[in-house]
């Protein structure tokens, strides 16, 4: 079982590109959600779904969009890469809506020169 | 004040030392607790959830003070395997698709 698997893990980005990190999982995984992780400021909730064609906001939405089409898939939009957007995402899904128990990918680490 | 507040550590034992975190949540009305393991440039791995009445799960206990807001992590006998970052996490009461994040605790068990 492959769990939650992003693609890429490594990238550097220019200010001003654009690029999508991908995301699938393949544990029929209703709620799906990104996170970035910055030192000192733990994981913050971008944006999230609780199924195909339903996503919502985070704490920290802006610059990025995402969008639910399928149950598997979720993928993150960098509109226009800022410097302030270098960081590591991870994406995670879970499916018991009691429990806390989040399946994270291993992790995207992105650099905005 | 955020929401979730850990100490950052790096709390620094001996192989075979007790250890304990604790975790201060804003939210009086937050219904949901856990703590996840994180090792270093990997991804959050849940560790145990915090019920009402505590738990145990080997080594590692769990306890809920909802008077004063806090949780905390106990870890008996440290190992060196234990060396890691554990993250608090609070589901609020009418966020139930938002965990939230603590900023995490570092440990490092030493030989």
């Known amino acids: 079982n492959a769990g939650v698997t992003q693609t890429p893990k490594f990238q550097v980005l220019k200010t001003g590109q654009s690029m999508t990190l991908q995301c699938a999982q393949d544990m029929n995984h209703e709620y799906m959600s990104w996170y970035r992780q910055d030192p000192g400021m733990g994981l913050r909730l971008i944006h999230y779904s609780v199924g195909a064609g339903i996503t919502d906001q985070g704490e920290v939405p802006n610059g990025y969009n995402v969008s639910r089409s399928t149950t598997e898939d979720f993928p993150l939009r960098l509109l226009s890469a800022a410097p302030s957007q270098t960081s590591v995402y991870f994406c995670a899904s879970r499916d018991d809506w009691d429990t806390g128990e989040l399946f994270f990918g291993e992790g995207s680490r992105l650099t905005v020169l | 004040r955020k929401e979730v507040e850990q100490d950052p550590g790096p709390f620094n034992v001996p192989e075979g030392a007790t250890v304990a975190f604790n975790c201060t949540y804003s939210?009086?009305?937050?219904?949901?607790f856990f703590w996840y393991r994180q090792d270093c440039r990997k991804e959050p791995k849940l560790l145990m959830s915090v019920y009402s009445s505590g738990n145990e799960d080997g080594r590692f206990t769990a306890q809920l003070n909802r008077a004063s807001q806090y949780i905390s992590l106990l870890i008996r006998d440290s190992k060196l395997s234990d060396s890691a970052t554990y993250l608090c996490v609070v589901i609020p009461n009418n966020a139930g698709n938002m965990l939230t994040f603590g900023g995490g605790t570092r440990l490092m068990v030493k030989p």
């Open positions: 939210n009086s009305a937050s219904q949901s």
